[in-house]
């Protein structure tokens, strides 16, 4: 589980988990659980005192659990917000007779709308920095033959030429006004050959509805621009977006119009129509109801453009696609295609005219960097290893040597904040862990007599936490443990019935029993096990389900 605040850093108990059940389990499934529990909680099976005070904390959670889940109310808001549902913050507004339908929408309502808030709080700043190199003399130098006689070579000249080509830095800011009203200020700069510019842009959005929104843009920089956009969903497979742009020139105001029409081509396919006219700074986004920003690339002010673009996205992960485009572009035709996964940030491109690059590009948060090489103007083999398995066996090293260190240090000092937060809730969870299985000894000693009288299911040894693999040279059943390991030989027991144990896919530390010994870290569960008086083995992890016996269990005894 992963913590991103001090609220969600604290442990919250699972009471399918406690109960042993699955989270579609039954009313049944949930009553003969509680009765089973009970049978070694309830205060009156026990006449020690030391006992007697144990089974009524371990009795007072059975009973919770079971109120909750064998409630279809409280059950629905503890399906949708945890043990958090179920306090004061929110209930007053739920309606008793609502269904838990209704009561699990309202609270996931509530939920995005505090997460809402909190996203409106911040600013959403996003950034983009592209820095373009151009190392085409590394592979297809300048012949020295060309330059006359009297410039001697030397150690200097001839070392290649690597130079940045362009470069281009983007961010900008939100400012919410209103559920309905951004304002977003922008800026940009950008070089091309040691000459360029940049500019500075102050946006106002209204949302009219899901359909429909408008803005409006000013700019400043290279002359000033006031632009006019919308969006509008025209049917269930049809959306539209345009505007028109007035850029202040000192030849006088030149005017521009751009427009796209969209169409969801399947469930995964979206085809785009565009013109642009005029202009030089138009800026279109179509990010509404869920496709991404699209930007349209910046015009030649005399050169009108019509463009047909196709995106698909892959029908098992929206993080990766394909898109190709053809275009006309004044007196010149264009076509290229991408294919992209952003999980992985890697990209691939080909384009027209043919030349090979390597686009090392780099994802955080809302900031992408990205360093376009350039290796040559024509398709050579020498570029092209180097633009391939050059990037690939560097990222390897990075990833091996540098980025996976740092993000092992980052995991242990989030653990020991994890331990520290919840210092005090693991010491009640292991106190309570001890005294249920002092509670469970005799129920232990019951069911391990009746299993082995009828030679069935018989745990030898059962431990939970952080383990290690199998060391080598030791024999069977023997595994190297950590320091942060538990004994769960009874508790594990005390699950078998009729020569059988079945655990569902939960995490094992709120089993009765059970707690969380290796906080943060990857848990295990490794059971020695007799059946039939054949010994069996098995290793599981944390929420893996388990169902005892197995033949592919059994252990090969030599």
């Not at 009765?35 to 009795?59: Q, T, W």
């Not at 119009?257 to 565009?274: E, F, P, R």
Request: hydrophobic share 35%; with cysteine.
């Amino acid at each position: 589980m992963d913590f991103d605040s001090d609220e969600e850093n604290v442990i919250e108990e699972d009471f399918y988990a406690f109960l042993n059940v699955p989270k579609e389990a039954t009313k049944e499934e949930i009553n003969n659980a509680y009765r089973r529990l009970s049978r070694m909680y309830h205060p009156d099976k026990h006449v020690d005192p030391a006992l007697k005070a144990k089974a009524e904390v371990m009795f007072n959670k059975t009973k919770r659990a079971y109120e909750v889940l064998s409630d279809p109310h409280q059950r629905a808001i503890y399906d949708s917000l945890g043990t958090k549902g179920l306090e004061t913050e929110g209930w007053e507004i739920v309606q008793r007779t609502k269904t838990p339908a209704e009561i699990r929408a309202e609270y996931e309502q509530l939920a995005e709308e505090r997460a809402e808030r909190k996203k409106k709080q911040a600013t959403n700043p996003t950034g983009n920095i592209t820095i373009a190199i151009n190392a085409t003399d590394l592979f297809n130098p300048y012949d020295d033959e060309l330059f006359d006689d009297e410039y001697e070579s030397d150690f200097i000249s001839g070392i290649p030429t690597v130079e940045v080509s362009s470069m281009q830095f983007t961010q900008s800011v939100d400012f919410p006004l209103t559920q309905k009203d951004t304002c977003t200020l922008s800026g940009q700069l950008q070089t091309q050959n040691g000459t360029g510019g940049g500019g500075v842009n102050l946006s106002w959005r209204h949302i009219f509805s899901h359909k429909s929104w408008a803005e409006l843009e000013m700019t400043a920089g290279s002359g000033p621009a006031v632009s006019f956009k919308g969006f509008r969903t025209l049917t269930k497979r049809f959306f539209w977006n345009g505007g028109t742009i007035l850029q202040f020139t000192p030849e006088g105001i030149r005017p521009g119009i751009m427009s796209t029409l969209a169409m969801q081509i399947d469930k995964h396919s979206v085809g785009y129509l565009s013109y642009h006219g005029g202009g030089s700074v138009a800026v279109l986004h179509a990010n509404h109801q869920g496709y991404r920003e699209q930007p349209f690339q910046r015009l030649h002010p005399s050169r009108p453009a019509a463009l047909v673009r196709l995106t698909s996205v892959h029908p098992q992960d929206d993080e990766s696609g394909i898109e190709t485009q053809s275009g006309w572009l004044g007196p010149s035709a264009d076509s290229s295609s991408t294919a992209q996964r952003r999980r992985s940030r890697s990209t691939a491109t080909s384009r027209s005219p043919s030349s090979a690059g390597c686009p090392p590009a780099l994802t955080r948060a809302s900031q992408t960097y990205s360093f376009p090489i350039h290796l040559c103007e024509e398709i050579m083999p020498a570029p092209v290893f180097y633009a391939t398995i050059v990037p690939l066996v560097a990222y390897v090293v990075v990833k091996k040597g540098l980025v996976e260190p740092i993000l092992r240090e980052e995991k242990s000092k989030k653990v020991e904040k994890q331990k520290q937060d919840n210092y005090n809730k693991l010491l009640e969870k292991r106190r309570e862990a001890m005294a249920a299985q002092d509670l469970m000894m005799a129920t232990y000693d019951r069911i391990r007599e009746e299993e082995t009288r009828k030679k069935g299911l018989v745990v030898v040894k059962a431990v939970y936490g952080r383990l290690f693999a199998e060391a080598s040279g030791q024999g069977q059943g023997d595994m190297e443990l950590s320091n942060e390991v538990l004994d769960v030989t009874v508790p594990v027991q005390c699950l078998v019935k009729d020569s059988k144990l079945t655990i569902h896919d939960r995490t094992k530390s709120e089993l009765p029993g059970f707690f969380d010994p290796a906080l943060g870290e990857e848990k295990m569960l490794h059971i020695i096990y007799n059946y039939h008086e054949q010994p069996h083995e098995v290793t599981i992890s944390d929420n893996e389900p388990l169902r005892l016996p197995k033949t592919s269990h059994r252990a090969n005894v030599t």
